[in-house]
């Protein structure tokens, strides 16, 4: 595709209710990375996959997260049980390579608010 | 750990007047920096960046200088334009696959 995409754009789910939000990477792009984006703040990692290994959770805030790339392409992050606490902007970027010379390209991000 | 802290917004400015957004940070080694910029309603688009020690990164007029010595980032632009208000992140790049950590963000709003 032409850019990140992101779905839905929007989500408003109960407490408790479990979510999954999508993720399509620009194709052949080998990293992809979740950042979470609390308003009025700056995005804060959450997790990196390269092609469909997961190098990097640290950034999870609990094991309510959950993400996967199992064909390399799509990711999906899911949330269990979600807490008000998780509402935020969900974004999405990748970039072709690992290199710090690559372009990184974010989506537009999935707002998800918890009631 | 490492950490990027930028100035509190909102900036407020007159169309054509001169823009500095500080930016510091805290790291290990030797990361790369960068400003992001997001236009409303938009997702966040790289605006320049710098990968070593007295680089200096430009776009559209934005400029910052990699300062080693002052371990700052400081976005600047010579004269500013409406189409420029937007929310801008400083954001440092580590490891061996660029994990970017970001400021809180500086809100710029430019009037006619």
């Known amino acids: 595709g032409a850019g990140v995409s992101q779905s839905p754009r929007y989500k408003v789910a109960k407490r408790g209710q479990d979510v999954a939000l999508r993720c399509d990477p620009i194709s052949g792009h080998v990293s992809l990375f979740w950042y979470q984006q609390a308003l009025g703040q700056g995005p804060e990692f959450l997790t990196y996959?390269?092609?469909?290994?997961?190098?990097?959770k640290s950034g999870l805030p609990s094991d309510r997260f959950f993400a996967e790339r199992p064909e390399g392409s799509v990711s999906t992050l899911k949330i269990q049980r979600t807490q008000q606490e998780d509402s935020a902007v969900y974004l999405c970027?990748?970039?072709?390579?690992?290199?710090?010379?690559?372009?990184?390209?974010f989506g537009s991000g999935t707002q998800l608010s918890v009631l | 750990g490492n950490s990027v802290t930028q100035m509190e917004g909102p900036v407020t400015l007159s169309e054509e007047a001169f823009l500095t957004i500080n930016c510091t940070y805290t790291?290990?080694?030797?990361?790369?920096l960068f400003w992001y910029v997001q236009y409303p309603g938009e997702g966040l688009q790289l605006l320049l960046k710098?990968?070593?020690?007295?680089d200096k990164g430009s776009n559209k007029g934005f400029e910052a200088t990699y300062r080693k010595e002052t371990t700052s980032f400081h976005l600047e632009k010579g004269s500013v334009q409406v189409s420029d208000s937007a929310v801008y992140f400083c954001?440092?790049?580590?490891?061996?696959?660029?994990?970017?950590?970001f400021g809180a963000g500086t809100r710029l709003a430019v009037h006619p």
């Open positions: 970027a990748s970039s072709l390579s690992p290199l710090s010379r690559e372009k990184l390209f």
């Open positions: 710098a990968t070593k020690a007295d």
């Open positions: 790291a290990t080694g030797y990361p790369s």
């Open positions: 954001a440092l790049g580590s490891g061996g696959y660029n994990k970017l950590i």
């Open positions: 996959f390269q092609n469909e290994a997961q190098l990097d």
